[in-house]
């Protein structure tokens, strides 16, 4: 199932998408440029990281579609690096905001904002002008990002089957703590 839907698949998308990068910047960069393949590559999984949030197919399609244009018109610009993170950030930011449609906007606004302004500061913080250096600013900023469903944001569906051993964990944990017999388990 296509999906970043809870804490656990958040840190396997951050690991994956850091450790992509390299090879993508390898097999691109002789043909569209260094900067420009790392740019490619971080719409791309912004992108996918939004997506995923969205459980059915036809609002990821809708997404993707979103995206490919932001990205597209952002590539249109002459901008650099960190103006381009920084507006594929905002992207993740907005899209999440839009696909959750939370109950309590100003939570929903203020979580989105300290989200991001820490991925960001981790991303700077480990970011070094090497294809090492773009990598670990990737794995930082998604890593952030990963505290989403940890503070509340969208969890995986219960009838999912497909949930990852962390997020089961989590929903026995919570049942147990709520009821009313300690012995109870489930």
């Not at 929903?108 to 090497?130: K, N, P, V």
């Not at 989590?170 to 049942?175: I, K, N, P």
Request: with cysteine; glycine share 10%; net charge positive.
């Amino acid at each position: 199932m296509f999906g970043v839907y809870g804490f656990g698949r958040a840190l396997v998308f951050a690991a994956v998408a850091a450790l992509g990068l390299p090879a993508a910047v390898t097999f691109l960069g002789p043909w569209i440029g260094e900067v420009t393949s790392v740019h490619v590559y971080v719409a791309a999984f912004a992108v996918a990281f939004v997506a995923g949030l969205v459980p059915d197919p036809p609002g990821r399609r809708a997404w993707v579609w979103v995206g490919a244009a932001v990205a597209t018109a952002l590539a249109l610009l002459p901008i650099g690096t960190p103006t381009f993170a920084l507006s594929m950030a905002g992207f993740i930011a907005l899209g999440r905001l839009l696909a959750r449609r939370p109950h309590s906007w100003p939570r929903a606004i203020g979580l989105e904002i300290a989200l991001g302004l820490a991925g960001l500061a981790l991303a700077s913080f480990l970011f070094a002008h090497t294809l090492l250096g773009y990598a670990l600013a990737i794995w930082g900023y998604f890593l952030v990002q990963s505290a989403y469903f940890v503070c509340g944001g969208r969890r995986a569906d219960p009838s999912d089957p497909e949930i990852d051993p962390f997020e089961r964990a989590e929903r026995r944990l919570a049942r147990w703590l709520e009821s009313e017999d300690p012995t109870l388990r489930t």
